[in-house]
């Protein structure tokens, strides 16, 4: 797989409004599936699925710990693009 087709896997990965969301908050403080769906409200399924898409994406990974699993944004690209979608608007 060439840069381009891994950039755009990651691209496609991010594009939904929830993955980007779990992406921020990721980014934010690591937390475990629980902790996402408290803060998102949605169902635990939803959650584990988009996780799954992050994951195979290689955008986020799972620790154990204990009982959980908690999960971090380990591709550095994704925390830039994260960076520059958070930038204040200057000129508009």
Do not use: D, F, W
Not at 8 to 13: D, G, N, Q, R, Y
Not at 14 to 32: K, M, S, W
Not at 50 to 63: A, D, E, P, T, V
């Amino acid at each position: 797989m060439n840069k381009y087709e891994k950039a755009s896997e990651i691209l496609k990965a991010l594009a939904h409004p929830v993955r980007l969301q779990i992406v921020i908050g990721l980014i934010e403080n690591e937390c475990n599936v629980t902790q996402i769906q408290e803060k998102l409200g949605l169902p635990q399924s939803t959650i584990s699925q988009h996780l799954k898409i992050l994951k195979n994406s290689k955008i986020i990974k799972g620790r154990k710990e204990i009982t959980t699993i908690c999960y971090k944004v380990i591709n550095k690209s994704v925390k830039e693009i994260i960076n520059i979608l958070n930038k204040p608007k200057t000129g508009e």
